[in-house]
């Protein structure tokens, strides 16, 4: 009977990673025999009643680590503590001279995206799949209006969301500016557990806003105590300088970066912040990847100013040199936006971070493959921009930062989950090994080694930009919400077992800022009262 479960499940798995998620009818066999999808389809919960105790293992957190056993119940971390003893109904987890962390989260996902008239090939499963067996546990998401609807864009992302297998959240993008989407950022973050809004200054004739936009969208953050979050690129300026490319005769993947150079991020990244400041609201400045924004960055922050940092990881470990490969494939699979910098604002990138002018690293993991990526073939401005990194992000970070002693163990932890979790509200329930935490853990190997391909990564993509990287250090386990779902190289994932997470208002970034705001105020010794002439 379990071979006939095994295989059934194993059909099943084909079945969603070629046609997409199954129909309802489908959805009663498959529950009929026994194999679950979730409380929503099958009325019984992937996140059934477990005890699991990780035993032996460095309990590692943001703030320090110890030597102790992690007790888990019902996806809930009940203990942490040396020596638990437990019962016989309890599946211990041998974690002895491993790392036990709290799962990733990733800050900056773009899964079943519609985008360059086209459609990332991960979706809400794939890619959740593909993230859990590089351990990470939790992501959030970008939601794009529907012609600038918040609301209708939301619903969209609802449905493709039905499918995750691992817990997740939305950001919204705004696109235009009027009264219905005043109302409607209020709705999402009042109701919806939406507390972060995206603005574009790139991307013409499509997501990009004008600084008067901008300036609204950020005075109604405030309010709502929601983090603004910028894609800063002076987007007329990229839009003149793809123009010139052309006209240069300069039309494959080199001409992308070419026309996008790094002064036009530090440049929008300085007027974002300079208008937040103006605003006095916090800012969080996505996919930072040239040394030009990082010092706007670090400008602002030197003067006490609220504003968030995000690298990605491709601009920590990459270098533009792969746009000018000969083999139009090979170049096309590193187009995104801002481009992969020349060599040296990676080092750059990474120094900043283990200092703290950068505060968490994200993927901006937007994937497409070869044949979509092809569409630009003549015409740089037509390749889908977008590479890979969910799955990778974790082992490359300590590949490159803590194998290299960049950071520490508590740093690496704090980069890679515990930050995310601050910043969006969600701490400690996300982003730690604490009592009353969710149980979303990786068991990380420091001895252990692994290898990137495009032949066993678990997207489904042709394609990696992280193609035969090789590495130190590797999860070996991973529990989502109290569930062991990568294992020996295996995984073992439920569609509709993930869960979507609130993440309430005012998170500790707005901390302050009403008084802030009192003693300008008073520091402006305005209005004056002046007598009228009577002359």
């Not at 919806?192 to 109604?220: C, P, R, V």
């Not at 974002?272 to 040394?291: C, D, G, K």
């Not at 990082?294 to 990605?312: D, S």
């Not at 490159?400 to 701490?427: H, K, P, W």
Request: charge should be negative.
């Amino acid at each position: 009977m379990e071979l006939i479960v095994l295989r059934l499940f194993f059909l099943f798995s084909l079945s969603v990673f070629f046609f997409g998620s199954p129909s309802n009818t489908q959805l009663d066999q498959f529950c009929e025999d026994g194999i679950g999808f979730g409380e929503s389809q099958c009325g019984i919960s992937s996140r059934s009643s477990t005890k699991l105790l990780i035993k032996g293992g460095t309990v590692v957190n943001a703030h320090k680590q110890d030597n102790a056993d992690v007790y888990v119940e019902d996806g809930i971390i009940v203990a942490v503590e040396p020596n638990i003893k437990v019962g016989d109904d309890v599946t211990v987890v041998d974690a002895t001279g491993k790392f036990v962390m709290p799962g990733g989260i990733d800050p900056h996902t773009h899964l079943d995206m519609e985008f360059m008239g086209t459609e990332t090939v991960d979706d809400f499963f794939s890619g959740q799949a593909a993230a859990l067996a590089g351990g990470t546990t939790m992501h959030i998401d970008f939601v794009i209006p529907v012609n600038g609807n918040l609301m209708e864009g939301l619903e969209v992302y609802e449905k493709k969301a039905k499918k995750s297998c691992m817990d997740y959240g939305f950001h919204m993008a705004i696109t235009k500016w009027d009264e219905v989407v005043s109302k409607e950022m209020e709705t999402v973050v009042k109701e919806k557990g939406i507390n972060s809004f995206k603005f574009f200054m790139a991307y013409k004739g499509s997501f990009m806003i004008n600084d008067e936009l901008l300036l609204e969208g950020l005075k109604k953050c405030k309010s709502l105590g929601a983090l603004a979050m910028v894609h800063a690129e002076n987007g007329d300026a990229v839009y003149e300088g793809q123009k010139r490319m052309i006209e240069l005769g300069i039309t494959g993947p080199e001409g992308h970066a070419l026309s996008r150079p790094p002064v036009l991020e530090g440049e929008a990244t300085s007027r974002a912040i300079r208008l937040a400041a103006f605003v006095n609201t916090p800012l969080y400045v996505v996919h930072v990847m040239s040394i030009n924004a990082m010092e706007e960055i670090a400008k602002a922050r030197k003067l006490g100013q609220r504003v968030i940092g995000e690298p990605i990881l491709s601009g920590l470990l990459l270098d533009e040199s792969g746009l000018w490969d000969p083999d139009f494939t090979n170049a096309a699979k590193y187009v995104m936006s801002p481009p992969i910098r020349a060599s040296g604002h990676s080092k750059a990138l990474q120094a900043a971070l283990s200092t703290g002018v950068l505060q968490l690293i994200g993927t901006d993991n937007c994937v497409f493959n070869s044949t979509q990526k092809a569409l630009g073939v003549d015409d740089f401005r037509y390749i889908p921009n977008g590479v890979n990194g969910m799955e990778e992000r974790m082992h490359l970070v300590w590949d490159s930062m803590v194998e290299s002693g960049q950071i520490s163990v508590t740093d690496y932890v704090r980069l890679t989950s515990t930050e995310c979790a601050r910043i969006f509200n969600i701490y400690p329930r996300k982003g730690a090994i604490l009592a009353g935490s969710d149980a979303d853990i990786i068991i990380f190997n420091p001895n252990s080694s692994f290898e990137i391909s495009a032949s066993s990564h678990h997207s489904r993509s042709d394609i990696n930009v992280y193609e035969g990287r090789k590495g130190k250090g590797k999860v070996e386990v991973t529990i989502a919400g109290g569930r062991v779902v990568w294992e020996n190289d295996e995984l073992k994932v439920i569609p509709g077992s993930g869960k979507y997470v609130k993440m309430p208002p005012f998170s500790y970034l707005f901390h302050g800022i009403d008084k802030a705001d009192a003693l300008y105020l008073s520091s402006l010794r305005a209005p004056v009262k002046r007598f009228k002439s009577t002359t």
